[in-house]
T-cell receptor, first 113, second 112 residues
Framework: DTEVTQTPKHLVMGMTNKKSLKCEQHMGHRAMYWYKQKAKKPPELMFVYSYEKLSINESVPSRFSPECPNSSLLNLHLHALQPEDSALYLC????????????FGQGTRLTVV | QKEVEQNSGPLSVPEGAIASLNCTYSDRGSQSFFWYRQYSGKSPELIMSIYSNGDKEDGRFTAQLNKASQYVSLLIRDSQPSDSATYLCAAPGGTSYGKLTFGQGTILTVHP
């Protein structure tokens, strides 16, 4: 089972809203990632959690707030986003951070209006 | 220098031909490399991983790694229109342990 599940699949939010993206994996992986992908660009790393601790923050604005409640779950809390934050948000997990295969969820298509 | 670089493409091949995709990386310490396929509007799908010098074959796909020259390639034999997608090379990169870095991607079109 190599499934990473993300919810919701689509999200439209206003600039004053607060919303959360959710990600779940049951592969026993110890690293989980959030990536942002704009059209015709590669995935851009935002955050890495390793063993439930935040290990990498790629200088992401504070309007994005990650959370790892346990080893299977990863959330991304969104607040006061801008229209340029509209993108595909991808969650991934791997056995070990960066050195083993990472498996992606289907993504959340976020539109900020 | 970018951590992971791919030949820019786009690449167009006829059905049945071999498609060759290339990637170079800057971190000599990298030990693992991955190829992902991404269809338009979908998430990346892992198709190959390679950890040792040489070739690794899986069906119509062959990954090749040359650590001395710091390049990794993906060959797709008997290309099919369903192979038309963006192919992303990824490697551990940069100064941060645990970071998986992607190349810019190569758009492949297989025409009948």
């Amino acid at each position: 089972d190599t499934e990473v599940t993300q919810t919701p699949k689509h999200l439209v939010m206003g600039m004053t809203n607060k919303k959360s993206l959710k990600c779940e994996q049951h592969m026993g992986h110890r690293a989980m990632y959030w990536y942002k992908q704009k059209a015709k660009k590669p995935p851009e790393l935002m955050f890495v959690y390793s063993y439930e601790k935040l290990s990498i923050n790629e200088s992401v604005p504070s309007r994005f707030s990650p959370e790892c409640p346990n080893s299977s779950l990863l959330n991304l809390h969104l607040h006061a986003l801008q229209p340029e934050d509209s993108a595909l948000y991808l969650c991934a997990s791997s056995q070990e951070g960066g050195v083993t295969e990472a498996f992606f969820g289907q993504g959340t298509r976020l539109t900020v209006v | 220098q970018k951590e992971v670089e791919q030949n820019s493409g786009p690449l167009s091949v006829p059905e049945g031909a071999i498609a060759s995709l290339n990637c170079t990386y800057s971190d000599r310490g990298s030990q693992s490399f991955f190829w992902y396929r991404q269809y338009s509007g979908k998430s990346p799908e892992l198709i190959m991983s390679i950890y040792s010098n040489g070739d690794k074959e899986d069906g119509r796909f062959t990954a090749q790694l040359n650590k001395a020259s710091q390049y990794v390639s993906l060959l797709i034999r008997d290309s099919q229109p369903s192979d038309s997608a963006t192919y992303l090379c990824a490697a551990p990169g940069g100064t941060s342990y645990g970071k998986l870095t992607f190349g810019q991607g190569t758009i492949l079109t297989v025409h009948p």
